[in-house]
């Protein structure tokens, strides 16, 4: 079973901060995605990435791939409280073409 | 265009009950997921479907069976309701699989067995 481990499982800062989220495996992932999740709604995907070393960046958002496509970064300059919600990572492997998740970062952003 | 829906939106069930959660989608996609969140964590595969006539287990199949009978139908089907299953469920579709990004979630049901 392949195992993702995201880090820190919360996280609360100011309005203006930066911030970086970790997610780890021992595992190789096909592909990356990070999901961002606000309370009674799906999943919406933010950015897939699939090659080693991939850096991608949207808007305020950058992700990172790491070489070895086992682990990612989101990192998020100067947040704001529209920032708030549940970060997800989830690698692709297999068959099925599925997605493994990570359990999460609750992220809050106060103004 | 209506996406990944699912009904109901919130269910309480006791224990031995049995339900079917809806989850229709109108983009003509291949593939169908449906996973459950428990309070905290991050999303766990039950079932999948590659195309109608298609399914297959993923992480956590026990006490669920699926069925695909058209491409835009993939109900999830509880048959004897466990407090186990207190969760929130979602379905997803995607057109190349969900690993190939554009993935989309429904809204998810809020199911709780008493």
């Known amino acids: 079973t392949q195992l993702l481990e995201q880090s820190p499982q919360f996280l609360s800062i100011q309005e203006g901060e930066n911030l970086t989220v970790y997610c780890n495996s021992s595992?190789?992932?096909?592909?990356l995605q990070w999901y961002r999740q606000e309370p009674g709604e799906g999943p919406v995907l933010l950015v897939t990435?699939?090659?080693?070393?991939e850096v991608k960046k949207l808007k305020r958002l950058t992700f990172q791939f790491g070489d070895a496509r086992k682990d990612s970064s989101l990192h998020i300059t100067a947040a704001q409280p529209g920032d708030t919600g549940l970060y997800l990572c989830?690698?692709?492997?297999?068959?099925?073409?599925?997605?493994?998740f990570g359990s999460g970062t609750q992220l809050t952003v106060l103004p | 265009n209506a996406g990944v829906t699912q009904t109901p939106k919130f269910r309480i069930l006791k224990i031995g009950q049995s339900m079917t959660l809806q989850c229709t989608q109108d983009?003509?996609?291949?593939?169908m997921y449906w996973y459950r969140q428990d309070p905290g964590m991050g999303l766990k595969l039950i079932y999948y479907?590659?195309?109608?006539?298609?399914?297959d287990k993923g992480e956590v199949p026990n006490g669920y069976n699926v069925s695909r009978s058209t491409t835009e139908d993939f109900p999830l089907r509880l048959e004897l309701a466990a407090p186990s299953q207190t969760s929130v469920y979602f379905c997803?579709?995607?057109?190349?699989?969900?690993?190939?990004?554009?993935?989309?979630f429904g809204p998810g049901t809020r199911l709780t067995v008493l």
């Open positions: 989830a690698g692709g492997a297999g068959s099925a073409r599925q997605l493994t």
């Open positions: 595992s190789v992932f096909s592909s």
């Open positions: 990435v699939v090659t080693g070393g």
């Open positions: 479907s590659v195309g109608a006539g298609i399914t």
């Open positions: 983009m003509n996609h291949n593939y």
């Open positions: 997803a579709s995607s057109l190349k699989g969900m690993d190939a990004g554009k993935g989309y």
